[in-house]
């Protein structure tokens, strides 16, 4: 059960091979996640790349990524594990059907019906029981009640889950645990004591400028920055919904399909739909950012 | 070391951080896997293990700056060190004898509109900002004044909110913010060189460790609030359902069940009782004088719409005019508020606030509708101008409905002081609250949880 990074650097590198440009801190958090074995809380606006980060952890270090994503109602049954209630139909029936010896039948059958060959897990069984170490991504955790958080101490703390039926199974590897959480919701003091904090905002020009490269290769420097700008423009407008960093490679990648030779205010016009999905903010993006880059005054470092 | 990260947390918890064993062992752990010398990372471990909040990693920034800087300095003095002077330290060919303020300016400038001076590189600056100042004899010798002259010799100004003027003399505000600091953090080493012992360590400010924030984050705060508001509302009716002996019996199902036992009604049956479901009147004053808090009143609104499906929300300054409508038709809150300053008419002739001609139109147009299920909340300062309070108005509103509360955007210090008649109204209510900022909408949210039905008033 080794750590898959041995340092800050090399988390960074990793996770940079893995197609994920790592912020100050990401990288350090990610460091610790993987050396301490406590899950990490990150917490951040959408679309700034928190389930990124567990794919990319997943691909960094060579693991497999268990995913369980959360949403109101969420239950154990679909989270934790449930038994398989036909199979045990099955094998009361094919047991217990001499006449006569139903008695002693139904004494052999009742011990192993509760069997692990009876159990379907669900993914964070799955994770915690898995041979080889996986990452296990549990998304939107503010989505759900309270009481689904309160179940998940066991799991996250002790890397464990009591089965009444069964005992104890207790973890064979573990997990790398990434939380995500959109703050909808302040979750629980006992949630969060488990886990290391991880805050991601908005990253500033220049990292995001490298992000969308990457993922944009095609895209001309200046392009680029001057795409960059204004969305960073546009999220300083009080929007109902604020363009994420996924929008801008969305971005980047349309402005490349339609061949756009520079990004001026018809342009903007034409493809801001890309970045900005409410009626209301698309008038206030015209409005403000749009005039702006008409009179060229957006730009302009770069030349 | 490990005392000294003790002394850390205890300082973090004295701003109101909640730092347990278990956050501070795992700090250690964590210390045990990254480098000591790298400030950066060192600070990271720390937040990443203790902060668990956005707010907490703002305090704990905050915290970390003061008690690591303060402990340099402690240790410096207790060795009885000095530094050699600002002068060696600034950078070789522009030492502060051929230092000309001009020169400085456009330095300081460029540093901060580039975006890429480097941490270090400020704290230089800002050193020679204060050489160049010192040489002007202009110090006060109090820390703060003095940043903010430094601030003006140097022309420095933060670029307007709302880009519309670009200013090439301006720079961007967080890098002025970041400078002041160097300042003020340079100003204060001097300082305590000059007098060689530490100053006392004082609590956060207030305005310090909020986040820098815009509408949407107040409204998101204000929204979490109301979301727990929704709860205790919503669950309040529960408590009474274990008290069976104030229920009513159900005739017709004991008639039922005694068939079962040959006519004889060995059990009665209870009419269940039905879980309260709110209905809330919320009125909102909306005069001149409560201008800074009815903003904050609107996105208490606003978040009450989002939560609540019973709502009728009022606005008023002379008169009453319901906006319940706008609110559903609407879903930003700067329409909202537009929609309401613009079309409300809520103003007549003066402007000024007439709490009793509200009432009585209140009365007027919901009188029908109240009932013990409903209740009441005034969000006002309770200044009639001098006009008539018509106290015994909203008695009888406060009688009809079922619970009636008033938040008032004033310190309590203010009330019944000029023509402020809270007095008058605070008896009919079932709980007065101040109410301001957020944290004071949760105080009031956890008072309403609290508060028993013969516990009038606070």
Partial sequence: MSAPFQSIEQTRTALGAAGYLAGGSTALVSFLASRLGKPVLVEGPAGVGKTELAKALARASGRELV??????????????????????????????????EAGRGWNEVRDDIFGEEFLLPRPLLSAISAEDPVVLLIDEIDKTDQEFEAMLLEVLSDFQVSIPELGVVASRSRPIVVLTSNDSRELTEALKRRCLYLWLDYPDVERELEIVRLHAPGLSQDMGRKLVEVVQMVRALDLKKPPSIAESIDWARALLLLGAEDLDGAMLEQTMSVIVKHRTDLDLVAERVGVKLTDRLIGRTAS | MAPRLLEFADELRREG???????????????REVSWTDREDFREALAATLAKSREDRRVLELVFERFFFRAAEREAVERGQREIGVDADADGEHGPAELDVDVLRERIRGALQG??????????????????????????????????????????????PDHELPDPESVPRERLREFERHVRCELERALIERTGALPPSKPLRELDRALPSGATQDLAAVHRVVAQLRRRLATQGREHRGRSRSSVVD???????????????????????????????????????????????LSVLHALHDSFRKLRSFVFVERISEVTDVFERERSFDAVSRAISGDAGVADVSGYTDYGRVWLEFLDEVVDDLDSRSSVIVLGDARTNGRDAHAAVFGHIAARAGRTFWMNPEPRLYWNYGDSVMAAYEPHCDGVFECWTTRQLEGFVEAIADLRPPARST
Avoid at chain 2, 136 to 160: F, K, M, N, P, W
């Fill in chain 2, 17 to 31: 951080m909640a730092v347990g064993t278990s956050e501070l062992l795992d700090a250690f752990a964590a210390l």
């Fill in chain 1, 67 to 100: 995913r369980l994503q959360c949403y109101e109602g969420l239950d154990e049954a679909k989270a934790l594990y449930e038994w398989n209630y036909r199979k045990q139909l099955l094998r009361i029936q094919a047991e217990a059907a001499p006449d006569g």
């Fill in chain 2, 251 to 297: 005739v017709r199902r004991t008639m039922r069940t005694s068939l079962q036992t040959g006519g004889v009604p060995l059990e009665l049956r209870h009419r269940p009782r039905r879980p309260r479901r709110p209905e809330l009147y919320v009125l909102c004053d909306v005069s001149t004088s409560v201008t800074s808090a009815s903003v904050f009143f």
């Fill in chain 2, 115 to 160: 975006r890429d001076g480097s941490d270090g590189q400020l704290r230089d600056l800002a050193r020679l900002a204060i050489a160049a100042f010192g040489r002007q004899g202009e110090g006060s010798g109090v820390i703060g004044v003095d940043v903010q002259r430094i601030r003006r010799t140097l022309g420095l100004r933060g670029q307007a």
